[in-house]
């Protein structure tokens, strides 16, 4: 599975980490592409072990908002 977040908030490079890596640490996630530029987050994921719930609550806990 495949998705793309529509994330605001992120302006820098260690912005771009953190939200990277906070989707990284969940398990079920395979890969992680963040554009800073576009806002867009795309997640490779299993949706067996891990849902698009728990990817907003895993960016939303470092501060960043998830439009869609
Ligand atoms: Mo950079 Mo992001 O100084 O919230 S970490 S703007």
């Known amino acids: ?9 992120m ?5 771009e980490k953190a939200v990277k890596g906070s989707l990284e640490e969940l398990n ?3 890969g992680v592409e963040v554009s800073i530029d576009t806002n867009r987050v795309t997640v ?7 849902s698009k719930e728990q990817m907003k609550s895993a960016i939303e806990e470092q ?4 439009v869609a």
């Open 44 to 50: 490779t994921y299993d949706d067996v072990y891990v």
């Open 11 to 15: 302006t820098c490079d260690h912005c």
């Open 28 to 30: 079920g996630v395979q």
């Open 63 to 66: 501060g960043y908002d998830v």
């Open 1 to 9: 599975m495949q998705i793309t977040l529509d994330v605001r908030g």
